[in-house]
Structures are given as structure tokens and as C-alpha cells.
């Protein structure tokens, strides 16, 4: 089995950044795209990131594109997103996700479906 573990979520004012970390452990392939997602309350989750499993090839929803950042660090089996000009329509819950796939190609890359693990989730809370 694999665990992804989120963590970095928090308060914070407009116009801050946030870095969040997952961390995975367990049976882990060597390699696996990994993506972020988020929900909102009453909304559904929806697709944030993507990441392939070289770090190379990345893929951003449009209303995230120029203010978040994913990486990964292979070593370490840890992927963040770096969350730069924060509003407050960012906040959300916001959940790491593993795919047995070396990359989850843009088009698809938001069918929830494709992902094979999820963390249980960070909260992050933008204040205006």
C-alpha cells in the first residue's frame, strides 16, 4: 500500500504564499506522476497540478497558472506546490494524489479516476 501525507496547509491574508509538502511512503513505483486537488466547501473537488514522475512535464489549471508552483524532490519521494499571490477563493481542502502513471497527460489530468492514491487532505484558509 502507499500513504500520501499532506501538510503546510494554514490561515493566511490575501496576497500571501503557502507551501504545502506530500510525502509518500510505502510500496511507491519508481515512478508516478503526482497531482494536487482541492474542495472547496459545497464544491467539488476539483483538478489544482500535475506533476510526471521525472519533475520534467508539469500541467496547471488555468485559474492557478502564474501564482502556484509544483515540484517534487524523487529523492525524498515528496512533491509541494508552492502557492504564491493567495485569495480567497483558494481556500479549500487540498488533497495530494498518486497515479501508477509517469504522467497524467493534461488533457485527462483532471479525471479524479486516473489517480491511484490519496493523502487525507490539508486545509488552506485565505482570509480578504
Known amino acids: 500500500q502507499v500513504q500520501l501525507v499532506e501538510s503546510g496547509g494554514g490561515l493566511m491574508q490575501a496576497g500571501g504564499s503557502l507551501r504545502l509538502s506530500c510525502a509518500a511512503s510505502g510500496r511507491t513505483r519508481s515512478s508516478y506522476a503526482m497531482a494536487w486537488f482541492r474542495q472547496a466547501p459545497g464544491k467539488e473537488r476539483e483538478f489544482v497540478t500535475v506533476i510526471s514522475w521525472s519533475g520534467d512535464n508539469t500541467y496547471y489549471a488555468d485559474s492557478v497558472k502564474g501564482r502556484f508552483t509544483i515540484s517534487r524532490d524523487i529523492a525524498k519521494n515528496t512533491v509541494y506546490l508552492q502557492m504564491n499571490s493567495l485569495q480567497p477563493e483558494d481556500t479549500a481542502v487540498y488533497y495530494c494524489?498518486?497515479?501508477?502513471?509517469?504522467?497524467?497527460?493534461?488533457?485527462?489530468?483532471?479525471?479524479?479516476?486516473?489517480?491511484?492514491?490519496w493523502g487525507q487532505g490539508t486545509q488552506v484558509t485565505v482570509s480578504s
Open positions: 494524489a498518486m497515479s501508477n502513471r509517469r504522467m497524467v497527460a493534461a488533457p485527462t489530468a483532471g479525471i479524479m479516476g486516473l489517480y491511484d492514491y
